[in-house]
Protein backbone atom coordinates (compact mmCIF):
# COMPACT_ATOMS: atom_id res chain seq x y z
CA UNK A 1 0.00 0.00 0.00
CA UNK A 2 3.03 2.12 1.47
CA UNK A 3 4.17 1.29 -2.11
CA UNK A 4 1.79 1.99 -3.90
CA UNK A 5 0.61 5.75 -2.64
CA UNK A 6 4.50 6.26 -2.59
CA UNK A 7 4.37 5.69 -6.72
CA UNK A 8 1.37 8.09 -7.26
CA UNK A 9 3.19 10.83 -5.14
CA UNK A 10 5.81 10.62 -7.77
CA UNK A 11 3.77 11.03 -10.46
CA UNK A 12 1.66 13.95 -9.17
CA UNK A 13 -1.52 12.39 -7.85
CA UNK A 14 -3.03 12.18 -4.02
CA UNK A 15 -4.36 9.91 -2.26
CA UNK A 16 -7.81 10.42 -3.00
CA UNK A 17 -7.35 10.41 -6.76
CA UNK A 18 -6.19 7.37 -6.00
CA UNK A 19 -8.96 6.02 -4.72
CA UNK A 20 -11.58 7.52 -7.67
CA UNK A 21 -9.29 5.78 -10.03
CA UNK A 22 -9.78 2.62 -8.34
CA UNK A 23 -14.24 3.36 -8.47
CA UNK A 24 -14.56 3.72 -12.14
CA UNK A 25 -18.06 2.48 -13.17
CA UNK A 26 -18.57 -0.87 -14.84
CA UNK A 27 -22.41 -1.69 -16.15
CA UNK A 28 -23.07 -5.09 -15.54
CA UNK A 29 -24.81 -7.69 -17.64
CA UNK A 30 -27.76 -7.60 -14.93
CA UNK A 31 -28.44 -3.32 -15.60
CA UNK A 32 -27.26 -2.48 -12.34
CA UNK A 33 -23.36 -0.42 -11.67
CA UNK A 34 -21.05 -2.29 -10.06
CA UNK A 35 -18.10 -0.36 -8.29
CA UNK A 36 -14.87 -2.84 -7.70
CA UNK A 37 -12.21 -2.03 -5.11
CA UNK A 38 -9.61 -4.50 -3.17
CA UNK A 39 -11.21 -4.26 0.22
CA UNK A 40 -7.40 -4.38 1.76
CA UNK A 41 -7.01 -0.77 1.42
CA UNK A 42 -7.12 1.68 4.90
CA UNK A 43 -7.80 4.91 4.03
CA UNK A 44 -4.98 7.45 6.50
CA UNK A 45 -7.57 7.99 9.15
CA UNK A 46 -7.12 4.26 9.67
CA UNK A 47 -10.79 3.04 8.43
CA UNK A 48 -11.24 -0.10 6.17
CA UNK A 49 -12.64 0.73 2.28
CA UNK A 50 -14.97 -1.84 1.42
CA UNK A 51 -15.76 -2.94 -1.78
CA UNK A 52 -18.96 -1.68 -2.96
CA UNK A 53 -21.35 -2.07 -5.46
CA UNK A 54 -24.76 0.03 -6.52
CA UNK A 55 -27.32 -1.64 -7.26
CA UNK A 56 -30.36 -0.21 -9.16
CA UNK A 57 -32.40 -3.46 -9.41
CA UNK A 58 -32.93 -3.53 -5.84
CA UNK A 59 -32.72 0.22 -4.97
CA UNK A 60 -29.67 -0.39 -2.46
CA UNK A 61 -25.36 0.20 -2.03
CA UNK A 62 -23.91 -3.15 -1.48
CA UNK A 63 -21.04 -2.66 0.87
CA UNK A 64 -18.84 -5.53 1.49
CA UNK A 65 -15.82 -5.43 3.99
CA UNK A 66 -12.99 -8.11 4.31
CA UNK A 67 -13.76 -10.95 5.86
CA UNK A 68 -17.53 -10.08 6.75
CA UNK A 69 -20.66 -10.74 4.92
CA UNK A 70 -21.72 -8.07 2.54
CA UNK A 71 -23.67 -5.29 3.55
CA UNK A 72 -27.52 -3.69 1.41
CA UNK A 73 -28.00 -0.01 2.41
CA UNK A 74 -31.32 1.35 0.29
CA UNK A 75 -30.79 4.58 -1.17
CA UNK A 76 -33.66 6.38 0.78
CA UNK A 77 -32.20 4.88 3.87
CA UNK A 78 -28.80 6.54 3.02
CA UNK A 79 -30.37 9.86 1.72
CA UNK A 80 -32.09 10.35 4.73
CA UNK A 81 -29.62 9.63 6.80
CA UNK A 82 -26.66 11.49 5.23
CA UNK A 83 -24.40 13.02 7.55
CA UNK A 84 -23.10 16.05 5.88
CA UNK A 85 -22.93 19.50 7.62
CA UNK A 86 -26.05 20.84 5.59
CA UNK A 87 -27.71 17.77 6.37
CA UNK A 88 -26.99 16.62 9.82
CA UNK A 89 -25.61 18.63 13.15
CA UNK A 90 -23.47 16.25 14.32
CA UNK A 91 -23.42 17.60 17.87
CA UNK A 92 -27.08 17.45 18.44
CA UNK A 93 -27.24 14.19 16.49
CA UNK A 94 -30.23 15.53 14.98
CA UNK A 95 -31.27 15.73 11.10
CA UNK A 96 -31.73 19.51 9.77
CA UNK A 97 -34.17 19.04 6.89
CA UNK A 98 -37.92 18.31 7.42
CA UNK A 99 -38.76 14.62 6.28
CA UNK A 100 -41.48 16.50 3.65
CA UNK A 101 -38.60 17.22 1.84
CA UNK A 102 -37.50 13.91 1.75
CA UNK A 103 -37.77 11.97 -1.69
CA UNK A 104 -38.37 8.44 -1.25
CA UNK A 105 -37.57 7.22 -5.22
CA UNK A 106 -34.51 9.15 -4.77
CA UNK A 107 -31.46 6.95 -6.84
CA UNK A 108 -27.65 6.94 -6.00
CA UNK A 109 -25.65 7.66 -8.87
CA UNK A 110 -22.51 7.31 -8.37
CA UNK A 111 -19.64 6.63 -4.91
CA UNK A 112 -16.49 7.01 -4.21
CA UNK A 113 -14.09 6.95 -1.14
CA UNK A 114 -12.32 10.14 0.21
CA UNK A 115 -8.48 9.17 2.23
CA UNK A 116 -10.42 10.39 5.71
CA UNK A 117 -12.50 7.22 5.53
CA UNK A 118 -15.55 9.37 3.75
CA UNK A 119 -18.23 7.15 1.94
CA UNK A 120 -19.69 10.41 -1.24
CA UNK A 121 -22.55 9.22 -2.98
CA UNK A 122 -23.82 11.51 -5.30
CA UNK A 123 -27.33 11.20 -5.80
CA UNK A 124 -30.12 11.53 -7.96
CA UNK A 125 -31.51 14.51 -6.72
CA UNK A 126 -28.08 16.61 -6.75
CA UNK A 127 -26.95 16.06 -3.39
CA UNK A 128 -23.93 14.81 -2.57
CA UNK A 129 -24.07 12.71 0.47
CA UNK A 130 -21.52 11.99 3.01
CA UNK A 131 -20.99 8.82 5.23
CA UNK A 132 -18.30 8.41 7.50
CA UNK A 133 -17.29 4.45 6.58
CA UNK A 134 -17.36 3.94 10.66
CA UNK A 135 -21.30 5.01 10.87
CA UNK A 136 -21.68 2.77 7.59
CA UNK A 137 -20.15 -0.30 9.36
CA UNK A 138 -21.98 -0.01 12.77
CA UNK A 139 -25.55 0.06 10.98
CA UNK A 140 -27.07 -3.60 9.66
CA UNK A 141 -30.31 -4.16 8.04
CA UNK A 142 -32.57 -6.36 9.95
CA UNK A 143 -30.94 -5.85 13.26
CA UNK A 144 -30.14 -2.57 15.88
CA UNK A 145 -26.95 -1.29 16.79
CA UNK A 146 -27.50 -1.14 20.47
CA UNK A 147 -24.59 -2.37 21.98
CA UNK A 148 -26.79 -3.42 24.86
CA UNK A 149 -28.60 -6.40 23.06
CA UNK A 150 -25.08 -7.94 23.52
CA UNK A 151 -25.55 -8.95 26.82
CA UNK A 152 -27.72 -11.91 26.98
CA UNK A 153 -29.55 -12.61 30.49
CA UNK A 154 -27.97 -15.15 32.48
CA UNK A 155 -30.84 -17.00 34.46
CA UNK A 156 -30.50 -18.37 38.15
CA UNK A 157 -31.67 -19.92 40.46
CA UNK A 158 -30.07 -20.94 44.31
CA UNK A 159 -27.07 -21.65 43.07
CA UNK A 160 -26.21 -17.74 43.42
CA UNK A 161 -26.58 -18.42 46.83
CA UNK A 162 -23.53 -16.83 48.75
CA UNK A 163 -21.80 -15.89 45.30
CA UNK A 164 -23.96 -12.64 44.48
CA UNK A 165 -21.57 -10.32 42.39
CA UNK A 166 -20.12 -8.08 44.92
CA UNK A 167 -18.75 -4.62 44.20
CA UNK A 168 -17.08 -2.29 46.78
CA UNK A 169 -19.47 1.09 46.74
CA UNK A 170 -16.38 3.56 46.72
CA UNK A 171 -14.82 1.70 43.34
CA UNK A 172 -18.57 2.06 41.83
CA UNK A 173 -18.68 5.69 42.67
CA UNK A 174 -15.26 6.62 41.27
CA UNK A 175 -14.04 3.99 38.93
CA UNK A 176 -15.58 3.98 35.23
CA UNK A 177 -14.91 0.49 34.30
CA UNK A 178 -15.97 -0.70 38.08
CA UNK A 179 -19.57 0.91 37.05
CA UNK A 180 -19.19 -0.56 33.93
CA UNK A 181 -18.57 -3.50 35.42
CA UNK A 182 -21.69 -3.30 37.73
CA UNK A 183 -24.24 -2.28 35.22
CA UNK A 184 -23.06 -5.01 32.82
CA UNK A 185 -23.87 -7.52 36.10
CA UNK A 186 -27.12 -5.91 36.87
CA UNK A 187 -28.30 -5.79 32.52
CA UNK A 188 -27.15 -9.86 32.55
CA UNK A 189 -28.19 -10.84 36.25
CA UNK A 190 -29.90 -8.64 37.68
CA UNK A 191 -28.13 -8.37 41.11
CA UNK A 192 -25.42 -7.35 42.77
CA UNK A 193 -24.24 -6.30 45.98
CA UNK A 194 -22.69 -2.91 46.57
CA UNK A 195 -20.54 -3.59 49.92
CA UNK A 196 -18.67 -0.99 52.62
CA UNK A 197 -21.44 2.20 51.71
CA UNK A 198 -21.49 3.01 56.03
CA UNK A 199 -24.55 3.88 56.90
CA UNK A 200 -25.08 7.06 55.91
CA UNK A 201 -29.27 7.17 54.80
CA UNK A 202 -28.37 9.60 52.00
CA UNK A 203 -25.40 7.10 49.98
CA UNK A 204 -28.21 5.56 47.29
CA UNK A 205 -28.89 9.30 45.78
CA UNK A 206 -24.85 9.53 45.16
CA UNK A 207 -25.80 6.69 43.06
CA UNK A 208 -28.69 7.82 41.85
CA UNK A 209 -26.37 10.84 40.91
CA UNK A 210 -23.44 8.94 39.39
CA UNK A 211 -25.59 7.62 36.97
CA UNK A 212 -28.00 10.38 36.36
CA UNK A 213 -30.49 10.38 38.63
CA UNK A 214 -33.12 8.73 41.17
CA UNK A 215 -36.75 7.68 39.88
CA UNK A 216 -39.29 9.25 42.43
CA UNK A 217 -42.37 7.33 43.31
CA UNK A 218 -45.32 8.53 45.27
CA UNK A 219 -42.89 6.94 48.39
CA UNK A 220 -40.93 9.91 47.54
CA UNK A 221 -37.32 10.06 46.21
CA UNK A 222 -35.71 8.29 48.73
CA UNK A 223 -37.78 5.77 51.33
CA UNK A 224 -36.91 4.82 54.85
CA UNK A 225 -37.85 1.22 55.33
CA UNK A 226 -38.34 0.49 58.70
CA UNK A 227 -41.25 0.12 61.34
CA UNK A 228 -43.39 3.03 61.83
CA UNK A 229 -46.60 3.68 63.46
CA UNK A 230 -49.12 4.48 60.88
CA UNK A 231 -47.63 2.06 58.06
CA UNK A 232 -49.28 3.06 54.07
CA UNK A 233 -47.58 -0.22 53.20
CA UNK A 234 -46.30 -3.48 54.92
CA UNK A 235 -43.01 -2.68 54.42
CA UNK A 236 -42.89 -0.10 57.15
CA UNK A 237 -43.92 -2.79 59.58
CA UNK A 238 -42.16 -6.07 61.52
CA UNK A 239 -44.58 -8.32 59.86
CA UNK A 240 -42.96 -11.20 56.60
CA UNK A 241 -43.33 -9.94 53.04
CA UNK A 242 -44.49 -12.01 50.38
CA UNK A 243 -42.99 -12.37 47.30
CA UNK A 244 -43.52 -9.16 45.27
CA UNK A 245 -41.98 -6.92 42.84
CA UNK A 246 -42.14 -2.92 43.51
CA UNK A 247 -44.74 -0.28 42.86
CA UNK A 248 -46.84 -2.86 40.93
CA UNK A 249 -49.69 -0.28 40.77
CA UNK A 250 -47.94 1.69 37.91
CA UNK A 251 -47.63 1.06 34.56
CA UNK A 252 -43.71 2.29 34.32
CA UNK A 253 -42.31 0.24 37.56
CA UNK A 254 -39.55 1.17 38.60
CA UNK A 255 -36.43 -0.42 36.79
CA UNK A 256 -34.09 -0.94 39.62
CA UNK A 257 -34.31 -1.14 43.63
CA UNK A 258 -31.11 0.01 45.71
CA UNK A 259 -31.69 -1.02 49.73
CA UNK A 260 -28.63 0.28 51.85
CA UNK A 261 -28.75 -1.92 55.10
CA UNK A 262 -28.47 1.18 57.83
CA UNK A 263 -29.34 -0.87 60.73
CA UNK A 264 -30.16 -4.74 61.08
CA UNK A 265 -32.61 -6.23 63.63
CA UNK A 266 -30.79 -8.82 66.18
CA UNK A 267 -32.76 -11.39 64.59
CA UNK A 268 -35.05 -11.96 61.59
CA UNK A 269 -35.51 -9.60 58.40
CA UNK A 270 -33.44 -11.82 55.87
CA UNK A 271 -34.69 -11.34 52.04
CA UNK A 272 -35.39 -13.75 49.82
CA UNK A 273 -34.62 -13.13 45.89
CA UNK A 274 -35.82 -15.04 43.07
CA UNK A 275 -35.23 -14.64 39.24
CA UNK A 276 -38.51 -14.57 37.81
CA UNK A 277 -37.54 -14.65 34.19
CA UNK A 278 -35.93 -18.56 35.69
CA UNK A 279 -39.41 -19.42 36.90
CA UNK A 280 -40.93 -18.19 33.64
CA UNK A 281 -38.91 -20.38 31.12
CA UNK A 282 -39.36 -23.21 33.62
CA UNK A 283 -43.22 -22.71 33.51
CA UNK A 284 -43.64 -22.09 30.05
CA UNK A 285 -42.33 -25.73 29.76
CA UNK A 286 -43.21 -27.49 32.72
CA UNK A 287 -46.98 -25.80 33.11
CA UNK A 288 -47.69 -23.96 29.77
CA UNK A 289 -51.56 -23.09 30.81
CA UNK A 290 -50.41 -21.93 34.21
CA UNK A 291 -48.14 -19.48 31.74
CA UNK A 292 -50.54 -19.06 29.33
CA UNK A 293 -53.40 -17.62 31.92
CA UNK A 294 -50.52 -15.65 33.95
CA UNK A 295 -49.10 -13.55 30.70
CA UNK A 296 -53.01 -12.97 29.46
CA UNK A 297 -54.82 -12.31 32.53
CA UNK A 298 -55.16 -8.78 33.82
CA UNK A 299 -55.06 -7.96 36.91
CA UNK A 300 -55.32 -4.31 38.38
CA UNK A 301 -52.42 -3.78 40.96
CA UNK A 302 -53.71 -0.61 43.29
CA UNK A 303 -51.79 1.35 46.17
CA UNK A 304 -53.85 3.78 47.87
CA UNK A 305 -52.60 5.87 50.53
CA UNK A 306 -50.65 8.93 51.56
CA UNK A 307 -47.31 9.46 52.18
CA UNK A 308 -44.83 12.47 52.07
CA UNK A 309 -45.55 13.97 48.79
CA UNK A 310 -49.91 13.81 48.65
CA UNK A 311 -52.87 11.45 49.20
CA UNK A 312 -52.41 8.90 46.27
CA UNK A 313 -54.54 6.53 44.75
CA UNK A 314 -52.49 4.30 41.91
CA UNK A 315 -54.17 1.35 39.57
CA UNK A 316 -52.34 -0.38 37.04
CA UNK A 317 -54.09 -3.45 34.65
CA UNK A 318 -51.23 -5.53 33.29
CA UNK A 319 -50.95 -9.42 33.62
CA UNK A 320 -48.07 -11.19 35.96
CA UNK A 321 -45.75 -11.81 33.48
CA UNK A 322 -45.36 -8.93 30.81
CA UNK A 323 -43.86 -9.54 26.71
CA UNK A 324 -42.04 -6.70 24.94
CA UNK A 325 -42.61 -6.29 21.18
CA UNK A 326 -39.49 -8.69 20.51
CA UNK A 327 -41.44 -11.40 22.75
CA UNK A 328 -38.69 -10.99 25.05
CA UNK A 329 -39.98 -10.80 28.85
CA UNK A 330 -40.28 -7.11 29.54
CA UNK A 331 -41.45 -7.35 33.37
CA UNK A 332 -42.78 -9.12 35.86
CA UNK A 333 -45.50 -8.22 37.97
CA UNK A 334 -46.27 -9.84 41.11
CA UNK A 335 -47.52 -8.74 44.46
CA UNK A 336 -50.29 -11.49 46.20
CA UNK A 337 -51.02 -8.54 48.65
CA UNK A 338 -52.17 -6.50 46.59
CA UNK A 339 -53.76 -7.74 43.22
CA UNK A 340 -57.21 -8.58 44.24
CA UNK A 341 -59.12 -7.74 41.15
CA UNK A 342 -58.54 -9.73 38.07
CA UNK A 343 -60.52 -9.06 34.95
CA UNK A 344 -62.06 -12.49 34.30
CA UNK A 345 -65.87 -13.57 34.56
CA UNK A 346 -66.07 -15.08 38.14
CA UNK A 347 -66.35 -18.91 36.26
CA UNK A 348 -62.40 -18.13 35.41
CA UNK A 349 -61.62 -16.87 39.06
CA UNK A 350 -60.97 -20.13 40.33
CA UNK A 351 -58.45 -21.18 37.36
CA UNK A 352 -56.16 -18.08 37.63
CA UNK A 353 -56.29 -18.42 41.74
CA UNK A 354 -54.80 -22.11 40.56
CA UNK A 355 -52.12 -20.39 38.70
CA UNK A 356 -51.48 -18.12 41.06
CA UNK A 357 -51.03 -20.89 43.54
CA UNK A 358 -48.36 -22.53 40.93
CA UNK A 359 -46.17 -19.41 40.29
CA UNK A 360 -46.40 -18.75 44.13
CA UNK A 361 -45.16 -22.44 44.49
CA UNK A 362 -42.23 -22.01 42.00
CA UNK A 363 -40.93 -18.62 43.38
CA UNK A 364 -41.10 -20.61 46.78
CA UNK A 365 -39.27 -23.96 45.78
CA UNK A 366 -35.69 -23.89 47.73
CA UNK A 367 -34.01 -24.51 44.26
CA UNK A 368 -35.39 -20.95 43.00
CA UNK A 369 -34.46 -19.06 46.52
CA UNK A 370 -31.14 -16.90 46.98
CA UNK A 371 -31.31 -15.62 50.96
CA UNK A 372 -29.52 -13.03 52.04
CA UNK A 373 -29.48 -10.80 55.04
CA UNK A 374 -28.07 -7.73 54.58
CA UNK A 375 -25.84 -6.33 56.89
CA UNK A 376 -25.22 -2.54 57.94
CA UNK A 377 -22.96 -0.90 55.11
CA UNK A 378 -24.12 -3.37 52.21
CA UNK A 379 -26.50 -1.73 49.15
CA UNK A 380 -28.64 -4.69 47.49
CA UNK A 381 -29.36 -3.51 43.78
CA UNK A 382 -31.71 -5.73 42.11
CA UNK A 383 -34.35 -5.23 38.33
CA UNK A 384 -37.18 -4.43 40.11
CA UNK A 385 -38.90 -6.14 36.65
CA UNK A 386 -36.98 -9.07 36.92
CA UNK A 387 -36.58 -9.93 40.83
CA UNK A 388 -39.31 -11.11 43.04
CA UNK A 389 -38.43 -10.51 46.47
CA UNK A 390 -39.75 -11.09 49.95
CA UNK A 391 -38.64 -10.62 53.52
CA UNK A 392 -38.95 -12.55 56.93
CA UNK A 393 -40.19 -11.13 60.07
CA UNK A 394 -37.94 -9.60 62.31
CA UNK A 395 -37.84 -8.89 65.78
CA UNK A 396 -38.45 -5.94 67.43
CA UNK A 397 -36.91 -5.35 71.16
CA UNK A 398 -39.40 -3.82 73.21
CA UNK A 399 -37.07 -2.68 75.71
CA UNK A 400 -35.63 -0.85 73.39
CA UNK A 401 -36.30 2.45 72.28
CA UNK A 402 -35.57 3.70 68.71
CA UNK A 403 -35.30 2.21 65.43
CA UNK A 404 -34.30 -1.23 65.31
CA UNK A 405 -33.60 -1.90 61.55
CA UNK A 406 -33.61 0.73 58.97
CA UNK A 407 -33.55 0.30 54.89
CA UNK A 408 -32.46 3.49 52.64
CA UNK A 409 -34.15 2.75 49.14
CA UNK A 410 -34.24 4.27 46.33
CA UNK A 411 -35.11 3.65 42.42
CA UNK A 412 -33.39 4.06 39.13
CA UNK A 413 -35.46 3.25 35.66
CA UNK A 414 -33.53 1.43 33.32
CA UNK A 415 -33.21 3.91 30.64
CA UNK A 416 -30.59 5.74 32.65
CA UNK A 417 -28.97 2.64 33.64
CA UNK A 418 -28.92 1.64 29.45
CA UNK A 419 -28.11 5.15 28.68
CA UNK A 420 -24.47 5.17 30.89
CA UNK A 421 -23.72 2.18 30.31
CA UNK A 422 -23.45 2.84 26.24
CA UNK A 423 -21.94 6.48 27.53
CA UNK A 424 -19.05 4.21 29.50
CA UNK A 425 -18.83 1.77 27.02
CA UNK A 426 -18.10 4.19 24.08
CA UNK A 427 -15.69 6.34 26.11
CA UNK A 428 -14.05 2.97 27.33
CA UNK A 429 -13.29 2.15 23.24
CA UNK A 430 -12.38 5.71 22.77
CA UNK A 431 -9.57 5.55 25.24
CA UNK A 432 -8.74 1.82 23.78
CA UNK A 433 -8.29 3.02 19.97
CA UNK A 434 -6.61 6.13 21.34
CA UNK A 435 -3.99 3.86 22.98
FE1 LIG B 1 -40.29 -4.48 48.15
ZN1 LIG C 1 -26.33 15.81 3.09
Known sequence: MAKALQVLRSIGLQTKDFFRLS?????????????????????????????????????????????????????????????????????ASQKLFQFNDLDI?????????????????????????????????GEKFP????????????????????AIPTFQFSDVMTDDDVLLGWLTVLHTKGIAILQNAGTIPTEVKKIGDRVAYLRATYYGETFQVMSKNDPNSITYTDTAIDFHTDICAMYNQPGMQMLHCIKQSTEGGENQLVDTYKVVEDLKKEEPEVHSILSSTLFEFTDIGTDILNDFHFRSSKPAISYGFEGNINQVSIHFSRHHSMNVPPEQVYPVYSALKVLSR???????IVRHRLSPGEILCMDNRRLAHARTKYYIDPTIKGVQRQLAGGYMDWDELSSFYRVLLEKKKKNENSN
Not at 155 to 160: A, I, P, Q, T
Not at 362 to 368: R, T
Open 362 to 368: YLYHEEN
Open 105 to 137: DVEANDIHFTDDGTAVIHFSDGHKGKYPLSFLE
Open 23 to 91: FNLQRSSYGYRKLHMSSWIQSEHGSRIPSAHIDGKNKWLNLKWDGEQSKNYPYVWLRDNCRCRECYHEI
Open 143 to 162: AFSDPLRQLNKELWGSELQG
